[in-house]
């Protein structure tokens, strides 16, 4: 069975990009993509039908499993299942959040954001700065396209300016 609602390639709006660590100088920031939990429901929305799949939380301890069941169109049912820890910020949300997602990998969504390049933002900043989000749509959709795109990519201010107009 093709699941191309799942597979197909995430877009600039699915993903979020969060800080995953500031370099020793403190001179720029590792981001990395995560797929939001709405897409995750829309693709198996888009996928299977609303009524044609469901989730299951269990808390566990330090964290959540989510096992996520669809039935195929064949009628055959899939279940995967998959866990995250509780999160720093919204502990319970957070958690089952994260592992609704690692569950979903499970079955083929996101799995593309692993083989994403290392990306660093040059600032001092805690968090992402403003400029550095087209940068990075314009990457995912570069990726999308098929364009290469290095292991290693450094994101600068002057990468966000536009280009001098010619006379």
């Known amino acids: 069975m093709e ?11 699915e993903i979020e990009w969060r800080v995953q660590s500031q370099t020793k100088d403190g ?18 929305d888009d996928q299977f039908g609303w009524a044609g799949w469901q989730n299951e939380i269990k808390e566990i301890e ?3 499993l989510c096992t996520i069941t669809a039935v ?17 910020v919204e502990p319970v949300k957070g958690g ?3 592992a609704m997602k690692r569950c979903a990998v499970q079955f ?5 954001l692993y083989d994403f390049p290392k990306v660093f933002v040059q600032t ?12 990075l749509d314009k990457m995912v959709d ?20 536009p280009a001098p107009k010619a006379m």
């Open 72 to 88: 195929l169109p064949g009628g055959e049912i899939v279940r995967k299942t998959d866990g995250a820890s509780r999160t720093s």
């Open 124 to 135: 001092t900043d805690k968090y992402i700065p403003e400029w550095a989000m087209p940068l």
């Open 96 to 98: 089952i959040s994260d």
């Open 27 to 44: 001179q720029k920031m590792i981001v990395v993509p995560y797929i939001t939990n709405r897409s995750v429901m829309q693709r198996f």
């Open 62 to 64: 330090g964290g959540f």
């Open 142 to 161: 570069k990726i999308n396209a098929g364009g290469v795109v290095r292991d290693v990519v450094v994101l600068k201010p002057e990468h966000a300016k």
């Open 108 to 112: 083929g969504l996101g799995r593309a």
């Open 3 to 13: 699941l191309t609602a799942l597979t197909a390639p995430l877009t600039p709006h």
